[in-house]
């Protein structure tokens, strides 16, 4: 409650707790920032609290989410990856990979991201997070109308979300994905497409300079610099 989280790694973190709380993390008023949230989830489900449920991440009350990856967070239960709850903000975060149950069809509810009551999220990508029947995208549910500058790969046509969305894909997004490089394509469509806000963080989750330029890029990393440093001495 009202705590931080910074500079972390939380990996292969599993939870069997009967209501379904997350293998990550559970945030009430607090920060986490700069922090890899990997191979996180969990295995139990419960008839109660359905709508508390998330697989990797829950923030609540005035939580902020702030310059995080989330990478290779499979669920075998009915989950959202992520729930932001009350006046919860995400900003700057990458989420990508990652599977939903095959229980959860079209990812209508249980969703890479879940936004309810009035929490959002700003300058958010989110990619190759599909469900385990077609293969399909699960994007953000609930009020998607607060998914704010952000980028997904998958169909929102007729889905609420703000008309400045971002639709593509995971290789036109990032710099490598194939290679796990989830660093904005120099080139692509996330770089100088976020809305800068305050306080912002000085750097990003790789400990570079988090604004070049005029306007903040998109996910947790800013795009490598265009051209070639030449150092004479």
Known sequence: NGGTVSNCVIEASTSSQSNAFPGGGYLHNGLVTHTVFRQCRTIAGSASWEIDRSGVLHAKGDSRVENCLFEDNPQTTTVALIHLQGNSVMRNCTIVDGSLSKTN??????????????????????????????????????????????????????????????????????????????????????????????????????GVTRLVGSRIDIGCYEAPPFGTILIVK
């Open 105 to 206: 069809e079209y990812c209508s509810t249980w969703s890479a991201l879940r936004l309810s009551g009035s929490a959002r999220a700003e300058n958010v990508v989110i990619a190759g997070v599909t469900n385990t029947i077609d293969g399909a995208a699960c994007l953000p549910s609930g009020n998607v109308a607060n998914f704010i500058n952000g980028a997904v790969e998958g169909d929102i046509t007729d889905l609420g979300f703000p008309e400045n969305t971002i639709v593509g894909t995971a290789t036109e997004f990032f710099k490598n994905y194939a290679a796990k490089d989830y660093r904005p394509d120099e080139n692509g469509p996330l770089v100088g497409k976020g809305v800068n806000y305050s306080p912002m963080a000085a750097v990003d989750l790789a």
